[in-house]
């Protein structure tokens, strides 16, 4: 049974440049958001169940689902984002457990890049979690910046999710991501040291 370790921070916390690296290593990354987005093309698990909520208005004239207009429509009503967590929810854990259960049977260690670990109760899955942390006011810049949203819209983004401080106390690993990237990777490799001793 392979250790199975379980990633997570927020939105532009440096998760991405922390499971590239990981997959230059030549470890299998899970990506949850990637699984959503291929759940989420036409023919998907969830894109059915999107057009059928939210009808017809949120598929493009390409036949797939507008982003950004299913994103203000969760993120702006509290009520919408508690059926998406819900509904998707289920179907994306079942997804991941599938995925998860394979990999357990051919890696000896490999992870799980999953945004809302600790928001849905993921935790148990993993032999350890590993947040990538960064202070606030770093993570709103960089979420300005990177895409291209006014303060006001960004800190909307941000309320809309756990605190990273609040997950600090839940991670078995904190990733420290407010300096430059080769610290940020020097962490990784010595995690990734002790992991394999372990």
Request: aromatic share 8%.
């Amino acid at each position: 049974m392979g250790k199975i370790i379980g990633i997570t921070g927020g939105i532009a916390s440096g998760k991405s440049t922390v499971t590239n690296f990981l997959r230059q290593r030549g470890f299998q990354v899970v990506d949850a958001d990637a699984l959503v987005h291929q759940l989420q093309k036409p023919g998907g698990r969830l894109y059915q169940v999107l057009v059928n909520h939210f009808g017809q208005d949120i598929v493009s004239k390409n036949g797939a689902l507008n982003r950004p207009l299913l994103a203000n429509l969760i993120f702006s009503n509290s009520k919408e984002r508690e059926w998406s967590k819900r509904t998707q929810g289920e179907i994306i854990r079942e997804e991941l457990a599938s995925l998860r259960d394979n990999l357990a049977q051919q890696e000896s260690i490999f992870f799980m890049d999953i945004p809302l670990l600790f928001e849905q109760d993921y935790s148990s899955w993993f032999d350890e979690t590993w947040l990538v942390y960064v202070d606030r006011d770093v993570q709103l810049k960089r979420l300005m910046k990177r895409d291209q949203l006014s303060k006001e819209l960004a800190e909307a983004r941000l309320s809309a999710q756990w605190p990273l401080e609040e997950k600090k106390g839940l991670a078995s690993q904190v990733i420290d991501n407010n300096g430059s990237q080769d610290q940020l990777l020097a962490q990784v490799n010595s995690l990734l040291e002790r992991s394999e001793q372990d």
